[in-house]
């Protein structure tokens, strides 16, 4: 059985690939310092999975630290390095505090793996790195825009330091995934998207205001130039995602590709607006979602979908989900954190 260490393991993305990695017979270790994540998410993947994965409270930022877990787990055979802080607007007023998490993680990462003889790393990149691109549907050959953020900037730098290492040390091999807005819960609604505080991504926000924790969703910005004004981005269930990641893993252990680096997007190919999820919510779920239309959020990309065909075709993979069960299954998950609190 193949052992992956997947750090960010108990965060919303990482949480739902280990669930699709133990159901595809992987043993997996999870390195998280729960700084954006609970514990308690290792509950809701035991209970799905029937496993509960291995677990350390390490910060990836630790080298130390890191490299006794790679000694304890002696046998890793890849890792899904997920780990890093995601706020764009907390990146513009801290942005050392992004440079140094997500650079200094991956750098560790990137120099223990050959000390304990790990040689396949899969990566969280992001669409964020296209900016606003100029030809759509984007593929992964269009050209890295100037950084919108510091955040953005870590997935830039991130990118270009594994291709520098790899460059520099032949037995190592990566797959980059550029994932475009995940959204949605595991059917179960055992796992899902924990935000901190005030949500910043759209679906959260909508979630909450449906259940009443919100008064109103401000809608930012309906004069773009997109069919209603509203700004479209490519909405990706995240099990869809997850399922990529075990896909990509796969690929690397089973020798399956002799490129040292692939990069891929991971999107549906499918643009949708603000207004249209909001109203696409209200449908399938029969929940109100009171909404004003304000200004521009600064920094926002007009629209931006992905050209999956390369993911599609390579990786024999696609995006299943209907943007309708992804909706149905962000607000069962909704409703479950809504019963837990009430318990609580
Ligand atoms: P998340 O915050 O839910 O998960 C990240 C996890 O990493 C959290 O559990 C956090 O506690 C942990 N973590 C952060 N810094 C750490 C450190 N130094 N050491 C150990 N653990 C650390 O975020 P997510 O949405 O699951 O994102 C996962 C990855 O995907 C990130 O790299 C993110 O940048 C990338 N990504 C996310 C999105 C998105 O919209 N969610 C889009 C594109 C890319
Ligand atoms: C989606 C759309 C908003 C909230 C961010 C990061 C990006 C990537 C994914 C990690 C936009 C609109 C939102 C609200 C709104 N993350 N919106 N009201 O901005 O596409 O991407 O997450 O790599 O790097 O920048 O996602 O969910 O914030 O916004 O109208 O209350 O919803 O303007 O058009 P975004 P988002």
């Known amino acids: 059985m193949s052992k992956i260490l997947v750090t960010g393991g108990t965060g919303y993305i990482g949480s739902h690939t280990t669930v699709e990695l133990q159901k595809e017979g992987f043993e997996v270790v999870i390195v998280d310092n729960l700084s954006n994540s609970n514990i308690d998410v290792l509950n ?16 990836c930022v630790d080298y ?11 046998d ?31 750098i560790n990462i990137l120099q223990l793996m050959p000390i304990h003889k790990v040689k396949s790393m899969v990566f969280s990149s992001s669409c964020t790195v296209y900016g606003q691109p100029d030809i759509l549907p984007v593929t992964e050959q269009a050209p890295i825009k100037l950084a919108q953020s510091p955040y953005g900037n870590t997935k830039q730098i991130g990118e270009e330091i594994i291709h520098d290492t790899l460059a520099a040390n032949a037995d190592l091999q990566s797959i980059i995934l550029r994932y475009f807005n995940p959204i949605g819960a595991h ?38 130039n997109t069919p209603d004004g509203s700004c479209v981005r490519d909405y990706i269930h995240v099990v869809d995602l997850a399922k990529a990641h075990v896909i990509a893993v796969k690929r690397l252990l089973e020798k399956n590709t002799n490129a040292q680096i692939e990069t891929f997007n991971l999107g549906t190919g499918r643009g949708l ?13 029969g929940v109100d979602v009171p909404y004003k239309i304000v200004g521009r959020r600064s920094g926002d990309v007009e629209k931006v979908w992905a050209d999956p065909s390369y993911a599609n075709n390579v990786l024999g993979w696609t995006a299943a989900e209907t943007v309708e069960e992804t909706l149905r299954s962000a607000w069962a998950w909704e409703q479950n954190l809504a019963k837990r609190a009430e318990i609580i």
């Open 76 to 106: 890793i055979d890849a890792i899904i390095h997920f780990a890093a802080n995601k706020a764009v607007g907390e990146s513009v007023e801290k942005p050392l505090m992004y440079y140094r998490n997500n650079l200094v993680s991956l």
């Open 187 to 224: 059917a179960s609604a055992e796992i899902g998207e924990l935000p901190n505080g005030v949500p910043n991504n759209l679906l959260p926000f909508v979630t909450q205001t449906a259940i009443g924790m919100r008064k109103q969703l401000s809608v930012f910005g309906n004069d773009y």
């Open 64 to 74: 130390v630290s890191m490299d006794r877990m790679f000694e304890k787990y002696q």
């Open 273 to 285: 607006s603000v207004l249209e999820i909001i109203e696409t919510f209200i449908k399938v779920t």
């Open 44 to 59: 809701g993947i035991e209970k799905i999975t029937g496993i509960r994965p291995a677990f350390e409270n390490i910060d």
